[in-house]
């Protein structure tokens, strides 16, 4: 091959590189226009937090007020006990977020391997249970929890909403993508099914697990109308309970609020940078039908 050929060829080539760098270069600014579009409401709330309380709705909207009042946030933090509400936020948030899995694992698990009569049909009308609107069922779930003697309760917050479909519809749909040969050659071995499921399957499903788990923690978190209803105590109440005790009969302090809000989303944030790595590996399999 000559050096002429060389050359013709490399001109051939710099068209399409041009167009792929300048296809790279467009997904990078759609994506940072997406990124700042998404992220703007928590740079808007985290700015007017800072703000002095008679600029946060000022005829002008700026970023930055008159003055920086980093005081908001030690107020938001001192007028109501927003640190036990952030407290018992975490707590009733992990543990549901626990025993979601566990109960998403095990019914999953019951779903797609075990035989039993009816049990496609079962697992259809389960999985029509999320069609159920929370509104409906706040009414007799409370009657319930009236009749066991547990209004006012952690309990009360964290048993009623651990017991949904979408879990186990998601896990599911990864147990079926398992070859059944790893489960049967550990029956053979002589593993029990509980040990076949904590040693076998468990670990290929960490990262659609970790999803799950990462959903039910932020459901929790955010909950609102299920705490305000079943939570009578200032002691037992959560963060979406604590953001509203900044609205009284004489308005709403915005400042404090938006501050409370900015304190309030940091845990999340936490655990989404914690468990990143886990969430794109869960989503991209999600993505590919658990292949």
């Known amino acids: 091959m ?55 709705f000022s005829p002008k909207p700026t970023f930055v007020g008159s003055e920086v009042k980093w005081s908001n946030f030690v107020d938001a933090w001192t007028l109501v006990p927003f640190g036990r509400f952030i407290l018992n936020g975490f707590f009733v948030s992990i543990c549901g977020a626990l025993l979601s899995v566990i109960v998403a694992v095990l019914s999953a698990y019951a779903f797609s391997r075990l035989r039993f009569k009816y049990r496609d049909r079962l697992f259809l009308l389960y999985v029509l249970t999320l069609v159920l609107p929370q509104e409906v069922l706040v009414v ?17 917050l964290i048993i009623p909403f651990a017991f949904t479909a979408f879990g186990t519809f998601l896990l599911r749909q990864f147990f079926l993508t398992i070859p059944v040969e790893f489960e049967e050659a550990a029956l053979i071995d002589g ?30 978190y955010n909950s609102y109308l299920w705490p305000l209803i079943i939570i009578n105590s200032q002691e037992l109440a959560t963060v979406p309970l604590g953001l509203s005790m900044f609205t009284g009969e004489h308005g709403t302090q915005w400042s404090l609020m938006m501050a409370a809000s900015t304190i309030a989303i940091v845990p999340s944030l936490i655990i989404v940078a914690v468990l990143q790595r886990q969430l794109i590996k869960g989503v991209a399999l999600g993505g590919f039908g658990g292949r």
């Not at 051939?12 to 990124?35: D, G, I, S």
């Not at 029990?192 to 999803?211: D, E, G």
């Open 2 to 56: 000559t050096s002429d050929t060389l050359v013709r060829g490399r001109r051939r080539l710099r068209p399409a590189q041009r167009a792929v760098v300048a296809k790279t270069w467009l997904n990078t600014v759609v994506m940072a226009a997406v990124a700042l579009l998404f992220t703007f409401p928590f740079i808007w709330m985290f700015f007017s937090a800072l703000k002095p309380e008679s600029e946060v």
């Open 140 to 156: 007799p779930l409370f009657i319930m929890m009236n009749q066991l003697g547990l209004v006012d309760t952690y309990a009360a």
């Open 191 to 220: 593993a029990s099914r509980f040990r076949t499921l904590w040693s076998v399957l468990l670990p290929q499903l960490t990262a659609p697990i970790s999803v799950l788990g990462v959903f039910s923690f932020v459901g929790y």
